[in-house]
Structures are given as C-alpha cells and as structure tokens.
C-alpha cells in the first residue's frame, strides 16, 4: 500500500485518539471510499491495546447490509494479524428461537445492526439493557464492570432509541461519516478532506460530465474506456445506474434499454437489482439480468456479491435506492443518475461507490497512463454542493512553453541497504541465534506494520524459515538502525533518477486540480488557467498561502526593467505553422498564434505533480512545497508556506510542530546542496512573516522586506 495512504490513515487515527482523551462526544468527517472501517478497527485495536477495561458497541446505521460487512472485516483485520486485540461479535436475530436475544459478554467488539434497534425490534424489548447492565455493573463482584465506546458508523442517520441509552450507559461516543449532521451537532472533530484522500490515491477523482444528458452519452464514454480499462488495469469496469424509486422507474427503465437493445451495445452485459422484501424476506422480483451466471435463483444479496469483483462479467448494473451505503464496488467508475435528489448524505453516498481505487494495494507499480485511468470518476445527473468544490486546472499552452523552461530536480532518501559499506547478511549473520523464537505472531506483526523498505529488506534476506526469525527478532534493531540513516541526509538523500539512472528532472503536470477553499486571488499571468469566466480565480489551501500568493503575485512583476522582471516570462500560444514568413505588408509571421507572456511561478496543485521531496520523520515522507518560481536570472525558488492560528499561538511553539520544521529544515538545507534551489519556509504569526531560508546548506531567517531585496538581487 503507499506510503501516502498509511500516512493519512495513521495521522487521523493518532489524532482520534487524542480527542477520546479530551471529550465524551467526537466526530470523525472521511470521505466514502477512504478507508473508514480499516481506521475503525484501528482506533478500537489501540484503545484495546491501552486498556483492557473497554468495550466497543459499533452501531452500523446503514439500511444495507453494512454491519455484516464491518462484522467480516473486523474478523478478517483480527485473523490476519492487523488488529490482533479485536474480539468481535455481531448481534443477530437469526441466532436465537428465543421470544428475546442472548448477548454474551466475553467479546470487546459488538456489531449492532440498524434492523435490531429500531423501534420494536427484538433487541429493544429488554435485551439491550440487561446486556449493558451486565456489562458496566460490578454488582458482588460478579460484573464486568467495564465502560462502552459506541461507535455510530453513518452517523448520519438518526438512532433515536439507542441514543436515549447514552447518557446512562456509554462513556465515549464516536461518530464517523462522510456527511456528518451538523443539526445534530456533529461538526468535525478530526477530518480527512476529499483533496487528502485524492492526492493519497485513495479515491478517485470525479469528472462531473454535463447534466441533463442522454444516457447513451455515459453507454458510448463506458464503451470507449472499457477496453483501456482491461489492458492497464486487469480489471473489468462497470458503469452504475440509478434509476427512480417510483413512478418514473418504468420509463427510464425503458429509455436505458433502448440503447441497450442498439446493434453497437449488444455485447454489453446488464444486472437490474431491484431488491424487495416480502414477509421478511429478500425477493427477487424485479432484478434480472443477461448475463450468463448461475445467480438468478439466489437473493438479491448474493448477486451484490458477485458483481462487486474484479472479474465479474457485468458492465452495467442498474439499481433504485437498495445500493447506498456499505457496498464496496471498486470496478466501478462511471455512475448515471436519472434520480434527482435533494439528499447530500444520499448523493456523497451513491458517489462512493464508483470513487474506490481498484488498484489501491498495488498502485506504485502502474504506469502512468494507467494511474490516471484509475484515478478518474465520470459521473452524469449529479452536482457537488457548494460546501466542497473540486477544481480542475491547467497549462498554458502550449504546455511544453512552460515545461520546457521549468524543470526541476528533485531528491530522495535511499534505504539503508543501498548504503556504501552496510551488509545486512553480515550484521545479521553476527546476531546470536535465539534457543526459542517469539510469539509467530507478534514477529509477523511488526514486519507487517513496517515501512516498505523494511519489507523489502525482510522479503530479500528471508529465503527460508530460520533466515525470517533471524531477521524478524532483530527488526527493532534494523528499523533504528534504518532510521538514523535515513536522517542523516548527507548520507541517504540523492537526487531522484529515471529508469536508466539518469538525473530526473520534472516540471508541474500539464493538468492538475483542487479543493475550492473559498480562499481567492485573481492570477491571470502566472503557469495556469482554468475554464469558464472564473478563469482567473484561483483558491488556496489556508489564509497564510492566500497572503503569500498575492506577495509572490507582485513580486513576479516587481523591477522596471522590462526583460529583467523577477519572475522570468515565456511566451505561450499555438505554435504557428506559417512562422518566419514574410508577409505581403513586409511584416513576418510570429512564432506563436495568440501570443502570451506568463510568468513562470505557479501554485504546486498536489494532484498529479512529481515536485517533492523526500524526509524522515519517523518514516519517510515526501514535502511537496507550496509554491515554485524560476526568476530571470535562471534560479529556482520553492517555497512552503506555513501558518499559526493566532487563537491557538501555543500550536507555535508545540514539540511536534519544532519536530516538523526542524526536520522540513535540515532536509532543505541538504536538497539545496545537490539541487543548487532556494528552498524557503516562510510562516506567518501574528500577522508577522517569519522567513526561513535553505540555500546552499545555510539557514538564513529574513524579514519579508529582506526576504523580496533578496529574490530582486543577481547573487
């Protein structure tokens, strides 16, 4: 898995646990699709880790088969050895003939579906308090006199019966959401926002195609990418539709096998899930499908199962409201919406099922083209709320005008076995063999919970059993040993190469995209415009990167002279094929159609680009700087901004916001060795810019003033 994606799930789950120690009510914002059960099971096994005296009721408000779902994978993270201290169990009426449930006591995990507490349900008529009473009480000593965390997965929705439970039986509440209610209170305590889990990969970016379209428009795009889908991916897509709950279900129905039923889609295999219940129980009255498999006579629930893979044959699947929450189909990248909705939870809801990475554990080794391919969304009928807004942008062009004239080397950390002199088949071959070896398990887990390049190391060295042991006892020893390497960067940092070995240079991708912060500055010269009469408008991250835009912005045109402005300007436009020609008026064709000058500075839009860095702090992780400027003399500026809340100045002076910049510093100083770049760290503080400096190994802290004298100046 990358390492980005480790990073940000780690971060949000270090950072719930912080907020369980400082209030009794949190809540967790993530994107459908970026991992939510996997950071659930996370947080419990931690806290479980901590305290033994805990007990976990996650209640599951889909309407789908969600908690079953969470169930399975709570076993499966426990049985692998993820999350060794899960003890799950699911309540279920299909356990007992009894008039009510029995809920054993022995497990720290219980899954609550959304069908058990309802009003009326079985579990409401006693059996949950006398399954909480038996679990905090210590009456005689025979309790088990624990305290509960509840989790509400899809918090969302409302669970009126269980939340009157609260106050008397359950310590800690945690609400987890892509779409947290704010009525109800729930505004994010810890959040991972679209852009993170975009530029982690974790979910695809969404191309919001035209609205208002026939359906035929997203059948043809489906036909048109299927193929490419198949060779760069090895995995077969689906396109999804969802169709109206009811009076208009017939005749869309009717609008989309119109073109089903056309001599060019013939071959395209279809699935209708129109899941119903009678008396009970799932009916598949409705559902149908051409494809050649043995699931028609199954439930409804089984052909949801089949679909969901990789290799499964249907290129389209055509659903009404029963596909919502909880249904993990990652082959999934085009969604059509006949249904309109004034529902967001609903809408971000539906959005994630075609949002999942179909290649997520192994997404490094793509190619390029693939990634790309991976990473996008088409949707129709449906618009994003204003609340978060995904900007796509661009180079000018031509493109090559400016990449041409801003490449940029970059570095990163080599691991501790491609250092000079280091053998690891020595320094193991010098540890004492152990009489006895560990628990498998433990030693399993802490290879497992390594970074990549410690993998690496374990799965060359381990050619058989004894060698695994070996190299599994002494990993604490060789994951210190690796980082204190990796941190001495005069050491491990090089500059990043190509296949062949050559110095790689890159440059801001031709094609890149945001998150609209509501944070504008009008920029119409720099490397990057957008479509629409907004062209110009451009958002940033934070208050402190919008201020230091503007200063960047008239700093580029800063100096009178023309050709000496300090940003260096190209010329961009569509190359003329008639260039050098000399007219009849005397005159001679110019270069370039519709002529530009921009300057060459841009904002670093994290998807897609390859400016970054690499730093170790803990593991290694990769500084993409905020801003990039090539001025008239040839010299490259980076800069990453930083910002302190001046209501909380104390995050200023925190160990781990030092530890940061320290780290961020020392790795600056030893990138603008090998690359000769002026890396800056400007942080703004009380209204004050506090400039750091990393040129030529040296740390220097400017004032703003200094700070624009020094970029103006030829030194």
């Not at 789950?13 to 369980?20: A, G, N, R, Y």
């Not at 570095?411 to 320094?427: I, M, V």
């Not at 907004?534 to 912005?553: T, V, Y």
Request: charged residues 30%.
């Amino acid at each position: 898995m990358l390492q980005e994606v480790i990073d940000l799930h780690d971060s949000a789950v270090s950072s719930l646990i912080e907020k369980t120690r400082e209030k009794n009510n949190i809540t967790f914002k993530s994107p459908t699709g970026s991992g939510k059960t996997y950071m659930m099971a996370d947080l419990m096994n931690r806290i479980l880790s901590e305290r033994e005296d805990i007990v976990f009721i996650v209640s599951t408000l889909s309407k789908g088969n969600l908690g079953q779902q969470n169930y399975e994978k709570f076993i499966e993270y426990q049985q692998n050895g993820d999350f060794p201290k899960l003890k799950p169990y699911i309540i279920n009426t299909t356990l007992s003939t009894e008039e009510s449930l029995f809920i054993p006591t022995d497990y720290n995990v219980y899954v609550l579906p959304r069908d058990l507490y309802k009003e009326g349900g079985l579990l409401m008529r006693g059996t949950m308090t006398n399954f909480l009473q038996e679990i905090t009480a210590n009456l005689y000593g025979n309790g088990a006199n624990k305290q509960i965390y509840v989790i509400k997965d899809e918090c969302h929705q409302a669970t009126n019966n269980l939340d009157e439970l609260a106050k008397e039986y359950f310590t800690k509440i945690i609400n987890i959401s892509a779409t947290p209610k704010l009525s109800r209170g729930q505004v994010p305590d810890v959040e991972i926002t679209e852009e993170q889990a975009i530029n982690a990969n974790l979910i695809k970016k969404v191309e919001l195609c035209e609205d208002k379209v026939d359906i035929s428009v997203a059948i043809e795009k489906f036909e048109e990418i299927k193929e490419k889908y198949r060779n760069l991916l090895g995995v077969n897509p689906c396109l999804i539709v969802q169709i109206s709950n009811k009076d208009k279900a017939d005749e869309e129905l009717s609008k989309i096998f119109n073109v089903l039923n056309k001599p060019e889609h013939q071959a395209l295999k279809w699935m209708t899930i129109m899941q119903k219940t009678q008396k009970g129980k799932e009916s598949n009255e409705g559902s149908d499908t051409n494809d050649d498999c043995k699931h028609k006579g199954l439930p409804v629930s089984r052909w949801r199962d089949y679909v969901k893979e990789s290799s499964s044959t249907v290129d389209i699947i055509i659903f009404k409201m029963v596909i919502s929450e909880g249904w993990d189909i990652p082959r999934a990248c085009m969604l059509y919406q006949f249904r309109n909705t004034e529902s967001e939870q609903l809408d971000e809801q539906v959005l994630g099922r075609v949002r999942r990475n179909p290649r997520l554990l192994d997404f490094e080794k793509l190619s390029d083209e693939a990634k790309e391919l991976a990473m996008t969304a088409w949707v129709w009928g449906l618009r994003k709320k204003d609340e978060v807004k995904i900007r796509y942008t661009r180079l000018f062009e031509e493109p090559s005008d400016i990449t041409e004239n801003l490449k940029l080397k970059t570095t990163r950390l080599k691991t501790l076995t491609q250092r000079s002199g280091f053998d690891l088949e020595g320094y193991l071959g010098s540890k004492p063999r152990h009489a006895t070896y560990g628990s498998i398990f433990n030693l399993y887990r802490k290879i497992k919970n390594a970074d990549k390049e410690i993998k690496d190391m374990c799965s060359y060295y381990s050619t058989d059993t004894d060698r695994w042991f070996l190299f599994a006892e002494n990993v604490d020893d060789i994951i210190s040993k690796n980082s204190s390497y990796l941190c001495d960067y005069a050491k491990s940092m090089e500059l990043s190469t190509d296949e062949s070995g050559y110095v790689k240079e890159v440059s801001f991708p031709v094609e890149s995209s945001y998150t609209d912060m509501g944070k504008y500055v009008s920029i119409g010269d720099w490397v990057w415009k957008r479509k629409g009469v907004d062209s110009e408008k451009f958002s940033f991250d934070s208050d402190a990167e919008r201020e230091f835009a503007e200063i960047l912005k008239e700093l580029a045109q800063d100096d009178n002279d023309e050709d000496k402005r300090v940003a260096m300007r190209v010329v961009v436009g569509k190359n003329n094929p008639r260039a050098g020609e000399r007219l009849l008026d005397g005159s001679i064709e110019p270069q370039k159609l519709n002529p530009k000058k921009k300057y060459l500075w841009g904002k670093n839009f994290l998807s897609q680009s390859e400016i970054k860095f690499e730093y170790c702090l803990g593991n290694i992780h990769s500084s993409y700087p905020d801003f990039v400027m090539r001025d008239s003399y040839g010299r490259i500026h980076l800069f990453e901004v930083k910002s302190v809340n001046c209501s909380n100045a104390s995050h200023f002076d925190s160990e781990e916001y030092k530890d940061k910049m320290e780290e961020l510093k020392r790795c600056y100083k030893q990138a603008s060795i090998l690359t000769g770049y002026n890396f800056y760290l400007p942080v703004l503080k009380d209204e004050i810019w506090h400039i750091s400096l990393l040129s030529g190994g040296n740390e220097t802290t400017l004032t703003l003033n200094q700070f624009k004298n020094y970029v103006k100046a030829n030194i």
